[in-house]
């Protein structure tokens, strides 16, 4: 029997272009990474990486690979060639899939970071066999998708599913987008980092196992250091992780209004704090859903596929869209 078909999937970040050979069950069989170089986020800088990884994936395999697909954090157009804007790299209206297909011989496919990682928890992870889908993925700021009967809902111009901006709290913390309030500021990463920092910088007695862990330097308080602390028994880090879930349901109970679906997948650097942030979030969930009660309830889910979503679901949604299920 022959090897069915492989796709190449590339994962840019704001410092590195990660790339990965993907098979039909979505097991990485082959990486590739390049740091950017001075951080440069300049399109050719970053055009050149991705041929550099894409050639060096293919040299490494005798496989048949029949798509490149790309995750990109940004908005990416509705006809998956175009990222329109992207905050973290310094892209506006670039036309990536025509500049790649001039310097790759294969088709070329361009998504949305979160909407590749939907996809991905839907073939492959916690999302398998779900109808309706929104998948929420919890980094820096807040990422989503939405998948109904096994289809990526884009929207009518690529941005759907942009959950992060939703106003939760009307004159609130000051986004980067450049409202107040937004959901990103209370259940993201940022937003972990912030109250931890706040709290070390109140000089509360409460956050001594915190201010021990970084040796005294507010600034090296991250999201996995209060998460390590919370799993080992820091009862504030579990309190700053509640807090967080919190705000998370509230915007879930937001979000079921909206599509209504049958699960939520919760991805994105802080889902790692697994339970400790989503027993607070689902708490808080049934306590703001409409009618609550008198509804059926949609589960909350940790992501499963961890920090390869975006590129394993790259990788296959590019393969799907030339080799049909
Ligand atoms: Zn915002």
Redesign the pocket.
Known sequence: MSTPPRAIGIDIGGTKVAGGLVDEHGQVILRARRDTPHRSTAPRVVEDLIVDVVEELLGGTEDPVVAIGIGAAGFVAADRATVVFAPHLSWRHEPLREALARRVELPVFVDNDANAACWAEWRFGAGQGETHLVMVNLGT?IGGAVMNDGRIQRGRFGIAGEF??M?VMPGGHR?????RG????YASGNALVREARSLVMAQSPLAADLIARVGGDISAITGPIVTEAAEQGDPIAAELLAEIGGWLGIGLANLANAFDPGSFVIGGGVSAAGDLLLNPARESFRRHLAGRGYRPEARIKAAKLRNEAGLVGAADLARAAVVPA
Do not use: A, T, V
């Open positions: 700021g992060g901006h106003q986004c980067e987008c450049g409202n937004c959901w990103e500021q």
